[in-house]
């Protein structure tokens, strides 16, 4: 997977097409805004597999379990990784426009490494969320 050479005109567009848009299962949630973003990065829609099969938070575990027999997020963007030959690495050296495995108070999420490198976005209740860099767990190169 290669990113497009304007990649970080991409990847700010599509953050500010998705500023103000609330957290909705299997439209914006964090699975489908990370591979949103790598989709506007490179083109490669890493959610094809379960792109459209859920819009409640119960469909989203079933979909987690039925395409991936996990029920986590980690072991799905693991196996999303190792599908798509991304290399994972430590949250500490994840750059601009990674994924990045979040630990939030509700448990596991996926965001994206902001342009600046010093945050991380993703969809919040009412907007997107731009987290501390520390939230980070680790990280898949894009």
């Known amino acids: 997977m290669k990113r497009f050479d304007d990649w970080p005109a991409r990847l700010d567009s599509f953050l500010e097409e998705r500023l103000w848009k609330p957290f909705a299962w299997g439209a914006n949630d964090c699975c489908i805004f990370a591979c949103d973003a790598v989709l506007a990065m490179t083109g490669t829609d890493l959610a094809l597999a379960f792109r459209g099969s859920y819009f409640t938070a119960r469909q989203a575990l ?15 963007a693991d196996a999303t ?13 994840a750059q601009r426009g990674d994924v990045m495995l979040l630990n939030r108070e509700f448990g596991e ?29 680790r990280a898949w190169r894009i």
């Open 62 to 76: 079933e979909t987690l379990r039925k395409n991936f027999d996990t029920s986590s997020i980690a072991e799905m």
């Open 81 to 93: 990784a190792r599908i798509y030959k991304l290399r994972t690495v430590p949250a500490s050296f």
């Open 109 to 137: 999420s996926l965001g994206i490494v902001s342009l600046d490198g010093l945050g991380i976005w993703a969809p919040g209740e009412e907007r997107l969320a731009e987290l501390p860099f520390a939230e980070g767990l």
